[in-house]
């Protein structure tokens, strides 16, 4: 059973946007925390920002948003949500949907969904 299903990325000029989205099975959608990571070739994966799935408390790593991204979910529709604004060339990754299904870890990840942005 796949668990976690992202889209929405492609190529996008920097100072664009783009809206990801995280389709999850509806186990998967009642762990303890989702959220989205991102990585590059070479580095290692980066959290971006994650909700707490009990009362819907958003948080955000600011050194890697720093007030351009926004999370949401439609927890009718087992849904999550990266809005990303003011898109720079540096954000370009692969960015993963993921979950942590009993606040021990993160131990449920999608298969990631490209974004590139261009100068």
């Known amino acids: 059973q796949v668990q976690l299903v992202e889209s929405g990325g492609g190529s996008v000029q920097a100072r664009g946007s783009l809206r990801l989205s995280c389709a999850a099975s509806?186990?998967?959608?009642?762990?303890?925390?989702v959220g989205w990571f991102r990585q590059t070739p070479g580095k290692e994966r980066e959290r971006v920002a994650h909700i707490l799935q009990r009362s819907g408390h958003t948080y955000y790593v600011d050194s890697v948003v720093k007030g351009r991204f926004t999370i949401s979910r439609d927890n009718a529709k087992n849904m999550l949500y990266l809005q990303m604004d003011s898109l720079k060339p540096e954000d370009t990754a692969m960015y993963y949907c993921?979950?942590?299904?009993?606040?021990?870890?993160?131990?449920?990840w999608g298969q990631g969904t490209q974004v590139t942005v261009s100068s």
């Open positions: 509806a186990n998967t959608y009642r762990s303890f925390y």
């Open positions: 993921a979950a942590n299904s009993n606040g021990g870890g993160w131990d449920i």
